[in-house]
């Protein structure tokens, strides 16, 4: 199982969601942190990936031992908001 970390932006958005959302995040996580390379692969961001979680996207890369998750959103506007760390 991969280590997890968290950016400041992904963990700023994860605290505004209420408990229903955010156990099936951490659901998610979880799975991420175990099997990280199912994640679906960006086109346009070499080494990102992205997790479908109903209408939310978990974005994420995997760095040696450890998925750094990057940001999560709508998935309307999370690729814009991942576009600000590039």
């Known amino acids: 199982m991969y280590k ?3 950016t400041k932006s992904f963990s700023s ?4 969601f209420n408990e229903d959302i955010k156990k099936i995040v951490d ?3 979880d799975t991420i942190c175990e ?3 199912r994640g679906k692969p960006l086109r ?8 479908r979680v109903g209408v ?9 031992d450890k998925v750094i ?3 999560i959103g709508h998935r309307k506007t999370v690729y814009k ?5 590039f």
């Open 4 to 6: 997890s970390s968290f």
């Open 13 to 16: 958005i994860y605290v505004r």
């Open 27 to 29: 659901e998610s996580i």
């Open 35 to 37: 099997f990280p390379e």
């Open 44 to 51: 346009h961001f070499k080494n990102i990936r992205s997790k």
């Open 56 to 64: 939310l996207r978990i974005i994420y890369t995997i760095e040696n």
């Open 69 to 71: 998750f990057l940001v």
């Open 81 to 85: 908001d991942l576009e600000k760390f």
